[in-house]
């Protein structure tokens, strides 16, 4: 099927939507409000902390930022890299400001940045675009050009962020100009405030 071969295809540097730099907190200050939220959660229980458990909380940092993108005027949701001690890995936390500081919100529902449809499609219609310039038949080449001007995607649902590597999975539905609608989970990466569709 075309969209499924097409999703073997690594597209790499593809943009999404953008937001102004200060929206985006850096290392330093995404670890320093990680670390004012774990301290007022270790101060909110009625018992302290064993002393390994607070050896482990001690050590757990913000070590990378690896993109974020605005939720609403409040907040962003962002990508960061969790140095955990033993493990590290990705996890997806919502920053806004309190004044000129940057604090961890209280609710981290949906918290998981996605593409919109909109950039999705930019990025799926790019790949198309992309392999049907290697294409040596005539038809089959002509076949994409079609898809990679008018391939829409309908819906995108179930995003999970996969925490080795800060990848952003989802349910994405194709309609194709033959269509039919083939669904596909594809996987996405944030970097800055730039989205890219990665290779499956």
Do not use: H
């Not at 996605?114 to 950039?119: G, V």
């Amino acid at each position: 099927m075309l969209f499924s071969r097409v999703l073997a295809i690594a597209l790499l540097g593809a943009t999404g939507g953008a937001f102004a730099a200060d929206a985006m907190p850096d290392v330093t200050q995404a670890n320093a409000a990680y670390r004012r939220a774990l301290e007022a959660n270790i101060r909110a229980k009625s018992e302290p902390p064993s002393p390994v458990s607070a050896s482990l909380l001690a050590a757990m940092k913000i070590d990378a930022v690896q993109g974020c993108q605005r939720v609403d005027a409040d907040f962003v949701a962002c990508i960061v890299g969790v140095d955990a001690g033993m493990r590290r890995g990705y996890q997806a936390y919502r920053f806004g400001r309190d004044g000129s500081t940057w604090t961890l919100a209280n609710s981290v529902e949906a918290a998981i940045p996605a593409p919109s449809l909109a950039d999705a499609q930019g990025l799926i219609r790019q790949r198309l675009g992309e392999d049907g310039a290697r294409q040596q038949d005539p038809a089959r080449k002509a076949e994409f050009e079609r898809a990679a001007a008018e391939a829409t995607v309908s819906a995108m649902n179930g995003c999970e962020l996969d925490s080795d590597s800060g990848a952003v999975e989802c349910d994405v539905r194709l309609r194709l100009p033959d269509g039919s609608e083939p669904s596909a989970k594809q996987r996405f990466q944030l970097n800055a405030s730039a989205w890219s569709l990665l290779e499956r």
